[in-house]
């Protein structure tokens, strides 16, 4: 069966604290694995789209990287802006073309100035 | 730019009762999904129509209908409300099927089943 694990479930940093959130899966084949954010009362917002091990992809002061058993999100220097939920997903390759997702159940990050 | 426009944006109703959600996307995409969310279980596909004209169940499609009404407009509907649909429901859409994964979400609506 395929599933997405994230963990912590909850993180909280002091600003200025890096850190890494980690989350695992296991598909019959990986046809793409993303990362949304999610702020409180609204819908999930595209980061980052992994498609093969070794990738990794870059934004302000996160960094997403991708093995072949599980992903990163690694964030450096973190603000309090940086406090959101943090959504994994995978597309495996029986989704066809459907462009259907397996969702984690997301880390909840909070940033303390 | 709207982009996915879902209403209601709070929802109460009592069981046995029904009710239709409506999601909008102005970005014309083909493809659009009703996912649902709750607490520890992370976000799960209802229905989605890959194009306009066709709709696909999802992982937990009981007790509900779509409808995708033309290429901007597709609707959720419950026909008998129960307490277990109390949740919160997202509509998503995109350019393509089988394209880079990247969704885009309306606000939600959270309904309350009592």
């Known amino acids: 069966e395929d599933q997405v694990t994230q963990s912590p479930e909850a993180l909280r940093l002091q600003e200025g604290e890096s850190s890494s959130l980690n989350c695992s899966y296991t598909v019959s084949g990986l046809r793409g694995l993303f990362w949304y954010r999610q702020d409180p009362g609204k819908g999930p917002e595209f980061l980052f789209t992994l498609y093969s091990a070794g990738e990794e992809k870059e934004k302000e002061r996160l960094k997403a990287t991708l093995t072949k058993k599980e992903s990163f999100l690694h964030i450096t220097a973190p603000k309090p802006e940086d406090s959101a939920t943090y959504l994994c997903?995978?597309?495996?390759?029986?989704?066809?073309?459907?462009?259907?997702?397996?969702f984690g159940q997301g880390t909840t990050l909070q940033v303390k100035p | 730019n709207a982009g996915v426009t879902q209403t209601p944006k709070f929802q109460v109703l009592k069981t046995g009762q029904s009710m239709t959600l409506q999601c909008a996307q102005d970005m014309n995409h083909n493809s659009m999904y009703w996912y649902r969310q709750d607490p520890g279980m992370g976000l799960r596909l209802i229905y989605y129509?890959?194009?306009?004209?066709?709709?696909d169940k999802g992982e937990v499609p009981n007790g509900y209908n779509v409808s995708r009404l033309n290429k901007r407009e597709f609707s959720l509907r419950l026909e008998s409300a129960a307490p277990s649909q109390t949740s919160v429901y997202f509509c998503?859409?995109?350019?393509?099927?089988?394209?880079?994964?990247?969704?885009?979400f309306g606000e939600g609506s959270r309904l309350t089943v009592l």
């Open positions: 998503a859409s995109t350019q393509r099927q089988g394209n880079t994964g990247e969704l885009f």
């Open positions: 997903a995978v597309r495996p390759y029986g989704s066809g073309n459907t462009g259907k997702l397996i």
């Open positions: 129509s890959a194009s306009e004209g066709t709709t």
